[in-house]
């Protein structure tokens, strides 16, 4: 029985890698990744040590072909501040899961999910510490829960997969058994790709070990595919191809100096000198998360903000990722790009289209159509892209996932969200459609003699899917649903060509 993988992978086997449209073998032990195993020895015994712990009481054991109930990360916080952490959230499933109708029998299921918990990226990390200093350059704290600054060391890596993010895809992969076990057998092993990200390889090589640990190791899934992120790269599962695509950040800012003021007075009040700004504020609150993510205590950081301003702070990012992968209000069964209501990214929805011209190529068995990130060559191929299998799986990054559901049309708000006030009644909620080992699920049903449909569900939260005509179990014919996807079928509609003029 193999154990998790975190901050250092040893591959086994020889999955294909793709550079463009190259196909060749991954590179393995190269001196980077062997300084990487080095450095984070420590960390990768305890995440051994945690699998030790969780194969004696694994959930796995508890379940009797039923799928788990994921519950929060825990870290003695309340689940609304754990929640509020957007993109940095713990994964936890959105709605309880429940079964399509019994008159349907799901004969396809396609898996997208997000890497596990990360340390913070080296940006997000630079970010973190400017205001961070400014804490603790300041000796003098006149209020008690400040007093930790003055002790307070950085301890974080940068961007590697945490302890605690290979348990979540671990968890996912057991989950996935026992939901779809139907659908697998020695002939039909799920078949799964990943964006060439450490840390999201990392996140498919624990799904895969999770989803052969629940099986008895009968049924053991490998990484068949990885697709480069070198500059360049055709790749569907990152959002790093439209040169034109740039984010717009006034929304979020205009609602960050709408809730960070009265913070701002608060922490100078308490920490004379400091001198924070409403940016240092957004830009402070995620280190709650990483410390409390990483460590698997509370960090005192969380402490200094209130659940109401964990909720604003939440808005805001939000609102950020509405405005750089996020949507564009289309009238669907319709090519005429004028005739679009435009907000959110203009070019955040084109990012996603290669992907979805790839679901539907499964979905209807035949061969992808699509002029924009697919990789023509992989796309092509029987051996790097099946159309026959009951069960595919690919691992990305959160941009990526929120554009891919913005070309679907998930999410799809009626309106701009208000940047003047927080909108409780919001669907557009990162942390409930992209936390750490965010998934998507597109299930394609048999309903006897009613023909094919197709259901989606994001962390377990059954999609309404209006745009196809969707009945109250979320369930649209085959046909409509490929149908309703006429950005994604042509191609975006000229918006591919608008990233490169």
Partial sequence: MGGLIAMARKDTGLPLSVQDDKIGLFPHDTPHRQ??????????????????SYFQYGRWNRCSGSSPQVETAGFELPKEVQQAWAAHSPYFPAAEY???????????VNLLQRHGSRFPTASNAKKIKTPLQKLLNVGTYSRKKYEFLRTFEWDLGAADLLPLGAKESFDSGSEHYLRYKDL????????????????VVLSAANWTQGFSTASGDVISPTISVIISEENGANNTLDDSMCANSKSEKQPAKTWRDTFAPPIVQRINDAVPGAQLDNSDIVELMPLCAFETIFHGTASPFCNLFTVKEWQEREYYDDLSKYWKTGQVDLILNTLNAESRIRHGNSLGPIQGVGYVNELLARLTGQPVQDQTQTNQTLDASPVT?????????????????????????????????????????????????????ARMITEKLRCGDDGEFVRILVNDAVQPLEFCGASEDGLCTLSAFVESQAYARSNGGGDWERCFS
């Fill in 385 to 437: 892209f099946p159309l026959d299998r009951n069960f595919y799986a690919d691992f990305s990054h959160d941009n990526q996932m929120v554009a891919i559901y913005s070309a679907i049309g998930l999410f799809r708000p009626d309106e701009p969200p208000p940047t003047d006030r927080l909108d409780h009644a919001r669907t557009w909620r990162i942390s409930r459609m992209t936390p750490f080992c």
């Fill in 35 to 52: 300084q990487r195993v080095w450095r984070n020895t420590a960390l990768l015994a305890l995440a051994l040590l945690l699998t030790i």
């Fill in 184 to 199: 697998v057998k020695d002939s039909q092993i799920p078949f799964v790709r990943a964006s060439d990200s450490e840390r």
């Fill in 98 to 108: 429940v079964a399509p109708p019994d008159r349907c029998e799901i004969v396809q």
